[in-house]
């Protein structure tokens, strides 16, 4: 039964190789399309070094300080009253409402005081990672992110050493001067990452030996992406005893496990609520803005002013509607294609249901012979994104981020030719099952 | 004929209907992206009002500095030093919000009995020269605005139009941040980028010396070789002592603003080219298929006296008629957007007609094309052959 159809199916595809080719056209193209997308996807918000725990991890960016002043408004009614005149006031706060703001990252000894014991976590780190310098070798001038954080910032993201280790807590301490390369920057500077090991870079006007070299990672996420990782004690002294509450630091979070972050993100906002402001007349209201990593990564795409959950809502509702709106549309062109392809056929299955098959097996049919075709065009079309996803890591369209095309995006390709298959051959297979004997075979020259 | 035409679509309204989504989803996806597009290219086409080429910023870290006389007078040692290199033309101290850093400081007030809404940027008086601004209005900062009892601004075109226009310039007081005399205009100053929206700007005049201008523009001889930044990165580490101040080409930031534009919108745009072209193939492909099943209806019509062009043309007006019905229903549902101003901050009304029109024009044109052929092949079937099948 399956050969028949399997060879029914290839037969009718040869028959007419103009439609044919439209169909794979438009199958092929768009889960090309879709599979880059879900690569894309994947890279940038998938389980791999360094967030293989991403799902642990609870990261506060950024302090927001308002001043929420209410309006006061102030009626006086006149009536009379026994021939006298009366008056009546009333004094009504009104909602409350902001007129001054500021936000940014925060200093090192906010976090220090208030974030060092959050129930729910396993392991915080404090890291600053917007500090740049230039550096020349050879006369070229290299521009190098530099990231300070502690020792437990290696704990907290993974990071794929492809040489060396992470400093320890002890060196961060005693202020040995070490320092970890990613591999972009070993290239650059060195050369190579081979034997880079125990050599020395100058930074910032210390010589630092080098005792590990990680794989870049994607240049999207700031709390990860740098050139060179310092231990944090290389900071300025200013920096590390800023009393304000506003500095250069942002904090990492990792939770026990998947439910344990809200409970890190609750006690956040409940350490807001209690810390009391430096200056109450400027900023009466404190938020501490505290994110996951993939509400954070939709937070710099959609800024709805600091609410990265929001923000993140906002992101997949767009997403999802532009993502129906493209798998619409080229299943809307196939379901048509499929209807006057069926009807072509129509004389064939009038004889198949004189000849006593139910309209199951022939809706089984025309579908089966759908998801061949889609299955065709699936394959097309991942050779196609592979290709596309080649060209693209090779031109550096997209920067330091590469697209990794592996077996879960595979399977979901899978997922979405079946989909997509089924989807575009119902409706068609539909209407030719109940097609009438009569009719079929009676407007058909056979 | 247009009477006949809408009969003959609506007979077949269940073939019909698949064709009329399809349209209207193809129309609503054009009209999204070239939206965006046209937004896009409408801020692209002002210009920047400063020039970015052989334009250097070195950031300077001003903030662990002890003693403010020694690094003030630091500073200006700093500039003279490197405005005595042939290479460099002129040389500007500019505060901490500067160009494509993503950084800002805005203020609005009604303190004047008018609104005021303004980006505040900060510089001295040589930054008219490094940036190449262009006054249209008063004059540019000088040395005698160092102690004027009113702080001086310029403002750009966009503030004056918004706020002054109309207004006394010359002898009035206005607030600001703080008190103000405005002394000159601007044309343009778009200083997050090609693609961003322009706001309005004022910039407020300190003294070179001064440590709220950290950033030092420098502007450069044209055809400086690269390697003269390791001179200047040597200059500015003698002169300052520091080593954490990075060396910022303009022009290599402002392509990478504009790069996370053009990147997504060429993507969106192949996207859109291949769903368009996907649309384009499938509705030749049913024409086709709908025409040969039609022989024998042409073949009467043609026996009964029509012409090859009516016959044609029927079947151009069937399809054509459906795309406008569909395409009507999307400018009903896109038109709402201009009118109720969604993003009225990002997108201008503007944007929404022209992309309207522009998806319009080209939906139309595609299946014009797309009918062409078909159609033309209809009108030339012979009525005895189609009728003898028969």
Same mark, same amino acid.
């Given at each position: 039964?399956?050969?028949?159809?399997?060879?029914?199916?290839?037969?009718?595809?040869?028959?007419?190789?103009?439609?044919?080719?439209?169909?794979?056209?438009?199958?092929?193209?768009?889960?090309?399309?879709?599979?880059?997308?879900?690569?894309?996807?994947?890279?940038?918000?998938?389980?791999?070094?360094?967030?293989?725990?991403?799902?642990?991890?609870?990261?506060?960016?950024?302090?927001?300080?308002?001043?929420?002043?209410?309006?006061?408004?102030?009626?006086?009614?006149?009536?009379?009253?026994?021939?006298?005149?009366?008056?009546?006031?009333?004094?009504?706060?009104?909602?409350?409402?902001?007129?001054?703001?500021?936000?940014?990252?925060?200093?090192?000894?906010?976090?220090?005081?208030?974030?060092?014991?959050?129930?729910?976590?396993?392991?915080?780190?404090?890291?600053?990672?917007?500090?740049?310098?230039?550096?020349?070798?050879?006369?070229?001038?290299?521009?190098?992110?530099?990231?300070?954080?502690?020792?437990?910032?290696?704990?907290?993201?993974?990071?794929?050493?492809?040489?060396?280790?992470?400093?320890?807590?002890?060196?961060?301490?005693?202020?040995?001067?070490?320092?970890?390369?990613?591999?972009?920057?070993?290239?650059?500077?060195?050369?190579?990452?081979?034997?880079?090991?125990?050599?020395?870079?100058?930074?910032?006007?210390?010589?630092?030996?080098?005792?590990?070299?990680?794989?870049?990672?994607?240049?999207?996420?700031?709390?990860?992406?740098?050139?060179?990782?310092?231990?944090?004690?290389?900071?300025?002294?200013?920096?590390?005893?800023?009393?304000?509450?506003?500095?250069?630091?942002?904090?990492?979070?990792?939770?026990?496990?998947?439910?344990?972050?809200?409970?890190?993100?609750?006690?956040?906002?409940?350490?807001?609520?209690?810390?009391?402001?430096?200056?109450?007349?400027?900023?009466?209201?404190?938020?501490?803005?505290?994110?996951?990593?993939?509400?954070?990564?939709?937070?710099?795409?959609?800024?709805?002013?600091?609410?990265?959950?929001?923000?993140?809502?906002?992101?997949?509702?767009?997403?999802?509607?532009?993502?129906?709106?493209?798998?619409?549309?080229?299943?809307?062109?196939?379901?048509?294609?499929?209807?006057?392809?069926?009807?072509?056929?129509?004389?064939?299955?009038?004889?198949?249901?004189?000849?006593?098959?139910?309209?199951?097996?022939?809706?089984?049919?025309?579908?089966?012979?759908?998801?061949?075709?889609?299955?065709?065009?699936?394959?097309?079309?991942?050779?196609?994104?592979?290709?596309?996803?080649?060209?693209?890591?090779?031109?550096?369209?997209?920067?330091?981020?590469?697209?990794?095309?592996?077996?879960?995006?595979?399977?979901?390709?899978?997922?979405?030719?079946?989909?997509?298959?089924?989807?575009?051959?119902?409706?068609?297979?539909?209407?030719?099952?109940?097609?009438?004997?009569?009719?079929?075979?009676?407007?058909?020259?056979? | 004929?247009?009477?006949?035409?809408?009969?003959?679509?609506?007979?077949?309204?269940?073939?019909?209907?698949?064709?009329?989504?399809?349209?209207?989803?193809?129309?609503?996806?054009?009209?999204?992206?070239?939206?965006?597009?046209?937004?896009?290219?409408?801020?692209?086409?002002?210009?920047?009002?400063?020039?970015?080429?052989?334009?250097?910023?070195?950031?300077?870290?001003?903030?662990?500095?002890?003693?403010?006389?020694?690094?003030?007078?630091?500073?200006?040692?700093?500039?003279?030093?490197?405005?005595?290199?042939?290479?460099?033309?002129?040389?500007?101290?500019?505060?901490?919000?500067?160009?494509?850093?993503?950084?800002?400081?805005?203020?609005?007030?009604?303190?004047?009995?008018?609104?005021?809404?303004?980006?505040?940027?900060?510089?001295?008086?040589?930054?008219?020269?490094?940036?190449?601004?262009?006054?249209?209005?008063?004059?540019?900062?000088?040395?005698?605005?160092?102690?004027?009892?009113?702080?001086?601004?310029?403002?750009?075109?966009?503030?004056?139009?918004?706020?002054?226009?109309?207004?006394?310039?010359?002898?009035?007081?206005?607030?600001?941040?703080?008190?103000?005399?405005?002394?000159?205009?601007?044309?343009?100053?778009?200083?997050?980028?090609?693609?961003?929206?322009?706001?309005?700007?004022?910039?407020?005049?300190?003294?070179?010396?001064?440590?709220?201008?950290?950033?030092?523009?420098?502007?450069?001889?044209?055809?400086?070789?690269?390697?003269?930044?390791?001179?200047?990165?040597?200059?500015?580490?003698?002169?300052?002592?520091?080593?954490?101040?990075?060396?910022?080409?303009?022009?290599?930031?402002?392509?990478?603003?504009?790069?996370?534009?053009? #990147?997504?919108?060429? $993507?969106? /745009?192949? !996207?859109?080219?291949?769903? *368009?072209?996907? =649309?384009? &193939?499938?509705?030749? @492909? +049913?024409?086709?298929?709908?025409?040969?099943?039609?022989?024998?209806?042409?073949?009467?019509?043609?026996?009964?006296?029509?012409?090859?062009?009516?016959?044609?043309?029927?079947?151009?007006?069937? #399809?054509?008629?459906? $795309?406008? /019905?569909? !395409?009507?229903?999307?400018? *009903?549902?896109? =038109?709402? &957007?201009?009118?109720? @101003? +969604?993003?009225?901050?990002?997108?201008?009304?503007?944007?929404?007609?022209?992309?309207?029109?522009?998806?319009?024009?080209?939906?139309?044109?595609?299946?014009?094309?797309?009918?062409?052929?078909?159609?033309?092949?209809?009108?030339? /079937?012979?009525?005895?052959?189609?009728?003898?099948?028969?």
């Amino acid at each position: 039964m399956f050969s028949s159809y399997l060879k029914l199916a290839l037969k009718v595809l040869g028959r007419h190789r103009f439609f044919t080719f439209i169909s794979l056209f438009g199958i092929s193209f768009t889960l090309m399309i879709l599979m880059v997308t879900t690569a894309f996807l994947e890279t940038e918000l998938g389980s791999h070094p360094p967030l293989t725990e991403k799902d642990r991890i609870v990261l506060l960016p950024r302090l927001i300080m308002k001043n929420m002043v209410a309006d006061t408004i102030w009626s006086v009614d006149t009536m009379m009253l026994d021939g006298q005149p009366a008056y009546d006031s009333t004094f009504t706060m009104g909602k409350k409402h902001q007129n001054s703001y500021s936000s940014s990252s925060i200093s090192y000894s906010f976090l220090d005081r208030y974030m060092r014991d959050l129930p729910g976590a396993e392991a915080h780190s404090f890291f600053c990672s917007d500090t740049r310098f230039d550096i020349f070798v050879n006369g070229k001038k290299l521009n190098f992110k530099a990231l300070y954080s502690d020792a437990s910032y290696w704990n907290i993201f993974d990071f794929q050493f492809l040489a060396g280790r992470p400093f320890q807590a002890a060196e961060v301490e005693r202020q040995v001067p070490v320092a970890v390369l990613s591999r972009k920057a070993s290239v650059d500077y060195f050369g190579t990452t081979d034997q880079v090991i125990g050599r020395s870079i100058e930074v910032d006007g210390k010589q630092l030996e080098i005792i590990g070299i990680v794989e870049q990672p994607s240049n999207s996420k700031d709390y990860v992406a740098s050139e060179v990782y310092l231990p944090v004690t290389f900071m300025s002294e200013k920096d590390l005893s800023e009393t304000g509450f506003y500095g250069p630091f942002k904090a990492a979070f990792l939770a026990q496990n998947k439910e344990a972050r809200s409970t890190i993100q609750a006690a956040i906002e409940q350490k807001a609520q209690q810390i009391s402001l430096p200056n109450p007349e400027e900023y009466n209201q404190l938020q501490l803005m505290s994110a996951t990593v993939t509400s954070l990564y939709a937070f710099y795409l959609v800024p709805v002013q600091d609410d990265p959950e929001g923000a993140l809502r906002m992101f997949m509702m767009v997403a999802t509607g532009l993502m129906l709106l493209f798998i619409l549309l080229p299943t809307l062109n196939l379901i048509n294609l499929n209807i006057s392809r069926a009807m072509e056929r129509s004389a064939e299955i009038g004889v198949r249901k004189a000849f006593g098959a139910d309209s199951g097996s022939i809706l089984s049919q025309l579908l089966f012979e759908n998801v061949v075709l889609t299955f065709l065009g699936g394959v097309l079309g991942w050779l196609l994104a592979l290709a596309l996803i080649y060209l693209i890591n090779d031109s550096q369209f997209l920067g330091d981020t590469k697209l990794q095309f592996n077996t879960t995006v595979f399977l979901y390709s899978l997922l979405i030719c079946l989909v997509f298959g089924i989807l575009s051959g119902l409706l068609p297979a539909y209407r030719m099952s109940k097609l009438q004997i009569v009719n079929a075979i009676k407007h058909n020259n056979l | 004929m247009i009477r006949h035409i809408f009969q003959l679509v609506w007979n077949k309204k269940r073939s019909n209907a698949l064709l009329f989504l399809e349209v209207f989803f193809a129309f609503a996806i054009l009209f999204l992206v070239l939206t965006w597009v046209t937004r896009n290219l409408r801020l692209y086409s002002t210009p920047l009002g400063f020039e970015t080429e052989n334009a250097w910023i070195v950031h300077l870290n001003l903030y662990e500095v002890g003693d403010t006389a020694t690094t003030e007078e630091m500073k200006l040692r700093l500039r003279e030093e490197l405005l005595s290199l042939p290479q460099i033309e002129a040389a500007s101290y500019g505060g901490s919000v500067s160009p494509f850093s993503g950084s800002t400081w805005s203020t609005n007030n009604d303190n004047n009995g008018f609104m005021i809404m303004t980006h505040l940027v900060f510089t001295d008086e040589h930054y008219k020269d490094a940036a190449n601004l262009e006054l249209v209005q008063g004059r540019w900062f000088d040395e005698t605005d160092r102690d004027s009892r009113y702080k001086p601004v310029v403002i750009s075109q966009q503030l004056y139009e918004e706020s002054f226009e109309g207004r006394n310039l010359k002898d009035s007081v206005y607030t600001i941040q703080g008190e103000n005399k405005i002394i000159g205009v601007v044309d343009h100053y778009k200083y997050f980028g090609d693609f961003a929206t322009e706001y309005s700007v004022s910039f407020f005049y300190e003294k070179p010396a001064s440590l709220e201008l950290p950033n030092l523009h420098l502007r450069l001889a044209t055809g400086t070789s690269v390697a003269f930044e390791e001179t200047v990165n040597r200059i500015v580490a003698d002169v300052t002592g520091m080593n954490d101040f990075t060396i910022e080409h303009l022009q290599k930031s402002r392509e990478q603003a504009a790069r996370s534009v053009w #990147i997504p919108m060429i $993507s969106m /745009l192949s !996207i859109c080219g291949f769903l *368009v072209l996907n =649309v384009a &193939l499938g509705l030749f @492909g +049913v024409l086709w298929y709908n025409i040969s099943k039609r022989r024998a209806e042409v073949g009467l019509r043609r026996t009964l006296g029509a012409s090859r062009m009516e016959v044609s043309l029927q079947f151009i007006g069937e #399809i054509i008629l459906v $795309s406008l /019905l569909a !395409i009507l229903l999307g400018v *009903v549902f896109a =038109v709402q &957007l201009p009118i109720l @101003g +969604v993003l009225q901050e990002e997108i201008e009304a503007f944007d929404y007609y022209v992309a309207m029109g522009a998806g319009a024009v080209l939906i139309i044109g595609l299946v014009l094309l797309c009918t062409f052929y078909p159609s033309q092949q209809a009108g030339r /079937l012979q009525p005895a052959v189609v009728l003898h099948e028969e």
